[in-house]
T-cell receptor, first 118, second 115 residues
Framework: GAVVSQHPSWVICKSGTSVKIECRSL??????MFWYRQFPKQSLMLMAT?????????EQGVEKDKFLINHASLTLSTLTVTSAHPEDSSFYIC??????????????FGAGSRLTVL | AQSVTQPDIHITVSEGASLELRCNYSYGATPYLFWYVQSPGQGLQLLLKYFSGDTLVQGIKGFEAEFKRSQSSFNLRKPSVHWSDAAEYFCAVGPTTDSWGKLQFGAGTQVVVTP
């Protein structure tokens, strides 16, 4: 089946630094990817839709200058948390539509990236 | 307003017993419906989905779910749970339009399986 890989799985950084998280579709192409955020013991909230070759679409309340998204190829989307602060600490999960094997309209999720900002 | 409600935050069930997780949604039209499972520190795995057709949907790991339009519900069931079923379960809905990938998730139900 389709696989979405995220890297890194864990990252710890100092306040004020920037962190980049990669999301790759390993065996299929994804013109669109979705970035979710999950706080401890809470549900997932959609942050933005990443579009290959064009600007990302951000959900209401998500700072586009804080969370930079780049979708430079059909298999890679990156999320950069700029000038990170402790309140940005969270679990970030990406997903991509899987149109391989399991049929249309199913999202495959990455394993997530846990960011801790000190 | 659109919403997904999972009334049970936490459920404890004995191994071998049956399990039912509730999910209710409020949506403008019948959406696409999903159940995902998340193990600690992991991403989400799709258990099953409903798009149309038969309202009783079979999924992986012995799970099934029934869509009831009149109740706006999509409850997840398993006849006999295994210790490995201990995890967080999320119900999700998505539009049937081009933006179907923008899922809205419920708050999740934590399932604990006792010996």
């Amino acid at each position: 089946g389709a696989v979405v890989s995220q890297h890194p799985s864990w990252v710890i950084c100092k306040s004020g630094t920037s962190v980049k998280i990669e999301c790759r579709s390993l065996d299929f192409q994804a013109t669109t990817m979705f970035w979710y955020r999950q706080f401890p013991k809470q549900s997932l909230m959609l942050m933005a839709t990443s579009n290959e070759g064009s600007k990302a679409t951000y959900e209401q309340g998500v700072e586009k200058d804080k969370f930079l998204i780049n979708h430079a190829s059909l298999t890679l989307s990156t999320l950069t948390v700029t000038s990170a602060h402790p309140e940005d600490s969270s679990f970030y999960i990406c997903s991509a539509p899987d149109r391989v094997g399991s049929g249309a309209n199913v999202l495959t999720f990455g394993a997530g990236s846990r960011l801790t900002v000190l | 307003a659109q919403s997904v409600t999972q009334p049970d935050i936490h459920i404890t069930v004995s191994e071998g017993a049956s399990l039912e997780l509730r999910c209710n949604y409020s949506y403008g039209a019948t959406p696409y419906l999903f159940w995902y499972v998340q193990s600690p520190g992991q991403g989400l795995q799709l258990l099953l989905k409903y798009f149309s057709g038969d309202t009783l949907v079979q999924g992986i790991k012995g799970f099934e779910a029934e869509f009831k339009r009149s109740q706006s519900s999509f409850n997840l069931r398993k006849p006999s749970v295994h210790w490995s079923d201990a995890a967080e379960y999320f119900c999700a809905v998505g539009p049937t339009t081009d933006s179907w990938g923008k899922l809205q998730f419920g708050a999740g139900t934590q399932v604990v399986v006792t010996p």
